[in-house]
């Protein structure tokens, strides 16, 4: 009886200890295979979330910048259709100058003045526009209320108009009022090809 208890006794710290190791062993197995995943798959979500993060919040700037931006397009694309009504119309210098002389004649008549002659001269071309240009020369007129309506109604045309050159007189010192001259009045068109600067210059 007494050596039967004592071969129990030594079984129970053995079968104590081999538990301990198995028990250790799937700790282990726990931690690598179950833990240690699970801890990386978190720091990978936080990254992930980190950078959608950062990645919305480059987007959503971005949107406002694309707002401002598409707002200064619109505003100038507004500016340059507004620029291109004020052109004089036509495919051709020549088309444009009659289209101009259309306005200059019908802006003397409403102001009780007549055209005694007129020139188209020689266009004047820019990088993206041309320079259209008639000198006139105009009756004597004896209303100065008339002569300064007409070149306030020219100065202030839907199209873009100006008085380039200007040349009044009076031909009777006994008729201050009575007076006559000439005019060149401009006008901008649209060139069909814009010009290509040369190298060197």
């Not at 707002?71 to 620029?83: A, I, P, V």
């Not at 380039?164 to 068109?189: A, H």
């Amino acid at each position: 009886m007494k050596w039967k208890n004592l071969s129990s006794t030594k079984a129970f710290p053995r079968k104590k200890g081999l538990w301990i190791l198995v028990g250790v062993a799937v700790l282990i197995l726990i931690v690598t295979y179950v833990v240690l995943p699970l801890v990386e798959n978190v720091q990978k979500m936080e990254e992930e979330i980190s950078l959608k993060k950062m990645t919305l919040a480059k987007y959503g700037q971005f949107l406002q910048n694309r707002k401002t931006v598409e707002e200064e397009l619109d505003r100038t694309r507004k500016q340059y259709d507004g620029l291109q009504q004020r052109l004089l119309p036509g495919e051709t210098p020549q088309l444009a100058s009659a289209y101009l002389q259309e306005i200059v004649r019908k802006t003397l008549e409403r102001n009780g003045m007549a055209i005694r002659g007129f020139r188209i001269l020689e266009p004047k071309e820019g990088q993206f526009y041309q320079k259209i240009s008639i000198h006139i020369d105009f009756n004597p007129v004896n209303n100065m209320l008339s002569l300064l309506q007409f070149i306030h109604d020219i100065e202030h045309h839907e199209k873009e108009l100006m008085i380039s050159e200007m040349d009044l007189l009076v031909p009777n010192p006994r008729m201050p009022n009575s007076i006559q001259g000439s005019f060149v009045i401009s006008g901008m068109m649209k060139m069909s090809q814009p010009k290509v600067k040369e190298k060197g210059r």
